[in-house]
């Protein structure tokens, strides 16, 4: 079952966390970047950083209200 949690997509920048199904020993991540069209604009996208590996993909913000993929710190 999919359960979404309230976020505040401003505060998600350094924030950590769990992928609930890692892939290529990628566990742990960091938000680094939050991706807005204008300054002022709403978050739209958020830029995930694999602890382990250093790789970096970015992803709209909501996907990580899915607990079915992401657990907020980490685990």
């Not at 999919?2 to 290529?24: E, G, I, M």
């Not at 991706?35 to 995930?48: F, H, I, K, S, Y």
């Amino acid at each position: 079952m999919t359960t979404s949690r309230r976020l505040n997509p401003s505060k998600l920048l350094l924030s950590k966390w769990t992928a609930t199904v890692p892939q290529n020993k990628e566990k742990h991540f960091l938000v680094v970047a939050l991706g807005r069209p204008a300054p002022d604009a709403p978050v739209e996208t958020v830029t995930l950083e694999a602890v382990y590996t250093g790789r970096q993909n970015t992803l709209p913000w909501q996907a990580l209200r899915d607990e079915s993929q992401w657990l907020q710190g980490w685990k």
